[in-house]
């Protein structure tokens, strides 16, 4: 499967978890962006306009810092554009994905039942290895 395929699959999986309630790795990520979820009434609220990160991305600092960075980048490879915006995407996704597989396992588990937490890591793991795979993939230029 394609490296966009597991990315889309596998953010969808994180949101959708966090939106149920179970805890993962895209909370804090969502309260950048200014998502919130209000766990009593499960009503989703959005303030992106307010958020940081909307400042820092559309303010001198992260304008400046993206030009001196692709400058700098730029000067010292050869390899695809694409790959400097991509690789720190790729990053963040495999963080919070270990850091949601990690939650969602434990949570499992702590339900009581070993052959929930069997069934969820059966589940979980071949998804993290095809996305690590196919990550690979992208960046050799095979995908």
């Known amino acids: 499967m394609k490296f966009w395929n597991y990315t889309i699959i596998l953010v969808t999986m994180m949101i959708f978890m966090e939106f149920a309630g179970i ?8 309260d950048v962006f200014g998502i919130s979820i209000n766990p009593n009434t499960g009503l989703i609220t959005s303030t992106l306009g307010n958020s940081g ?5 559309f303010g001198t600092g ?7 960075g692709a400058i700098i980048i730029g000067s010292f490879t050869r390899s695809s554009p694409e790959n400097y915006v991509v690789l720190p995407l790729v990053v963040f996704i495999t963080t919070t994905l270990i850091q949601t597989f990690a939650l969602v ?39």
């Open 53 to 57: 990160f909307w400042n820092f991305i």
């Open 23 to 30: 805890s993962t790795g895209l909370g804090t990520t969502l």
């Open 105 to 143: 396992i434990s949570y499992a588990i702590n339900t009581g039942e070993i052959w929930v937490g069997a069934l969820v890591s059966i589940i979980m793991f071949p998804l993290g290895v095809g996305f690590i795979l196919s990550a690979v993939e992208f960046f050799r230029g095979t995908d």
């Open 62 to 68: 992260g304008i400046l810092i993206a030009i001196v």
